[in-house]
């Protein structure tokens, strides 16, 4: 099994910026991929961002040209940097981490605000 725990969410103004960070842990060598997920009151949870072991990257239209995401793997941590926040990236941030053995795992959230 694979335990994912996010960090770095909290409130921020319109044009701020925040950096997320998930944690794994336990069976780590099965996982191919790492991703953030986001979901907002009322809608669909939706993918942000993805990493793969290779490094290859992947982002939602959305974020493109203001998030990155990227992966420490000494630490075992993919990070999320947001940058130039808006109103409609309020959500709760997920990682999920992609396992040829376990299928899928999940953190348990963490809340971004953009507010003013």
């Known amino acids: 099994q694979v335990q994912l725990v996010e960090s770095g969410g909290g409130l921020v103004q319109p044009g701020g910026s925040l950096r997320l960070s998930c944690a794994a842990s336990g069976t780590m060598f099965s996982i191919y991929a790492m991703a953030w997920h986001r979901q907002a009151p009322g809608k669909q949870r939706e993918l942000v961002a993805a990493?793969?072991?290779?490094?290859?990257?992947n982002y939602a239209d959305f974020v493109k040209g203001r998030f990155t995401i990227s992966r420490d793997n000494t630490k075992n941590t993919v990070y999320l940097q947001m940058n130039t926040l808006k109103p409609e990236d309020t959500a709760v941030y997920y990682c999920r981490a992609l396992s040829s053995t376990y299928g899928s795992s999940w953190g348990q959230g963490t809340q971004v605000t953009v507010s003013s």
């Open positions: 990493v793969s072991n290779g490094g290859s990257t």
